[in-house]
């Protein structure tokens, strides 16, 4: 007797081919038959006829560690048909915590932190925690490099000393040991900019010991583009592990259409033996923090060092000077291009949904002053989604075979609030719908292909991806002439449509597109790792 049946679907199984008509079955948390099981008797049937089913999606890049404990369900994701999730995205990871620099910790993930407890001290600790959560999802989880560098140096902006190096090489291998699957950098967030290649290279050695993979949100995505694909590739070969290229895109208007040149280091870096891939988020817009604006050396020492350079004039006049012409590494400060997503509650909450220059113009502020303001009214804890992408760029990275569609989304509810970037709610039903459907831009079977079997890839797990007979009973059932995304940059809360049916491990988490309740998520270990022990 199976205990799941999807009868009558088109089968999109994840490897790039055409569908084919079939009926799916499953046993436990694992797929155990396929094709006309019309004899075959289940407990539970789910009526897919036009509809397809695919494997569960698998989003290689969120920073949901930081939300889960506050909204356990994932629904924004779940209801797309996302069913694993990699946390410890872009260098922030809610551990190592080192007790004396908790506080440090903290401050740099404010603007992520949905109200963590922060009980844990390692990953061990943090994995247990999200154990005990009702997860919808499965989670696996990232070292971030950011994480360890300031449980190691703070915010120091130097190298590390051979004793601190090897105090952040213990700390990542810690990690690993803990069931961590890759280490990640953010080398445009303080501290992971004070860090140099070498620095990541003795790093990604210890992630390539155990098979481990480096993710990066590189230097630059603006005028360094270039040579910041370039040092995430040398990461890569000297430390002989594989790279994972975050987000990729090129951002801020003169930089359109250098994706062509870093799609074609991609493409050498593969021919040459060298395992590298990216993802992509489906939108011409990002999100980050606002303090991403302020030249790094101002954030030297962290949140409390910038409000105290900005408190003393000559220093602050040297900022405003930076930001206003172009900081020299390259990042854009365009404030007709960004929206401010997030602040707060309080009287600022009303900018939440407005474009910089507009509060500006209303607060009779210079651009720059009523950024800076923002940040020191609420200590760095302010949001923003940056308009900075072309549509033709974001389609030519798409159509990259070695590229998975990845949301850098955080898990989130309605009652979240603000204006964050809708990306946590649409991406997948929005490459489903226009990209796939309306735009044509990706045949569906490879659109899924790039939420499913590359990403598996990536992490290493060949039963996860794919619709096979001893993979993992991760599915997802949707309405190809339906799927959408509804949630926008004003109105983001919104769940998509015409995705029917979720299965989590075996377990139906979405049905008819309400969420069971069921706790089918879990988190997803490497291979090898120690159970934490409490
Ligand atoms: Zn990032």
Known sequence: MLDLVIRGAR??????????????????????????????????????????????????HTHADFTLPRFPRAEAMVRQGVTTQLVGNCGFSPFPGAPDRLDLLRAYAAFVDAGLSWEWRDAAGYAAALERLPLACNVALQVGHGAVRIAVMGFDDRPPSG?????????????????????????IYVPGSYARTDELVALAEVAA???????????????????????????????????????????????????????????????????????QYPYTAGSTTLAATVPAWAMQGGLDALLARLADPPTRRRIRAEMAGGAPAGREFEPDAIMISAVPPGPDSAYEGMMLAEIAAARGEDPVDAALGLLERHRGAVQMVVFSMSEDDVRRVMRHPAVAVASDGWTLAPEAGGR???????????VLGRYVREAGV?????????????????????????????????????????VADLATFQEPHRFCAGVSHVVVNGQVAIEDGRDTGARAGRVLRRTGARRSTD
């Open 209 to 279: 010991r155990y098979g481990g993979f480096y993710s990066s949100h590189i230097r630059g995505e603006g005028g360094t583009l270039v040579p910041a694909v370039e040092e995430a590739l040398e990461v890569g070969r000297r430390a002989g592990v594989a790279v994972q290229l975050s987000h990729h895109k090129a951002s801020g208007r003169r930089n359109w259409g250098r994706v062509d040149v870093t799609l074609g280091m991609i493409d050498r870096a593969r021919a040459a033996g060298q395992d590298v891939l990216a993802d």
């Open 163 to 187: 004793a601190e190096l090897d105090a952040m090489r213990r700390l990542v291998a810690e990690a690993f040991e803990q069931g961590v699957l890759a280490l990640s950098t953010g080398l």
């Open 442 to 482: 990706l045949r569906l079977e490879d659109a899924i292909r790039k939420m499913t079997s590359l990403p598996a890839q990536r992490l290493g797990r060949r039963d996860l991806g794919l619709i096979r007979p001893g993979c993992a009973a991760d599915l997802v059932v949707f309405d190809p002439d339906r």
């Open 11 to 60: 089968i999109v199984d994840g490897t790039g081919n055409p569908w084919w008509p079939g009926d799916v079955g499953t046993q436990g948390d694992r797929i155990v038959a396929l094709g006309d099981l019309t004899g075959a008797s289940a407990r539970g049937v789910i009526d897919a006829a036009g509809a397809v089913v695919a494997p569960g999606f698998i989003d290689l």
């Open 420 to 430: 964050p970037h809708p990306r946590s709610y649409g991406t997948y039903a929005r």
